[in-house]
């Protein structure tokens, strides 16, 4: 079973990608990663984002432009 990482719904931060089962946005976590934060750091600012979460949203990612490349 695949579970889902990202939820975009109109109800929830009018329609922002965020992490599924939060109200925190995808886009504070690339910000965080930006500015040369870690992960821990972010985990400890947003608990409720597991760590298996942004694994996965790193995977996907990966994948995503390994598959561009080919």
């Keep these: ?3 889902q990482i990202i939820t975009v719904s109109l109800d929830t931060m009018g329609g922002t990608p965020v992490f599924a089962g939060t ?21 400890e600012g947003f608990p409720s984002v597991s ?14 432009v390994v598959a561009q490349v080919h």
Excluded: C, H
Aim: hydrophobic share 45%; charged share 30%.
């Design 51 to 64: 760590k298996d979460q942004l694994l996965q949203l790193l995977d996907e990612a990966k994948d995503l």
């Design 23 to 43: 109200r925190v946005p995808v886009q504070t976590f690339i910000d965080y990663l930006k500015a040369g934060e870690s992960i821990d750091a972010f985990l």
């Design 1 to 3: 079973m695949v579970k």
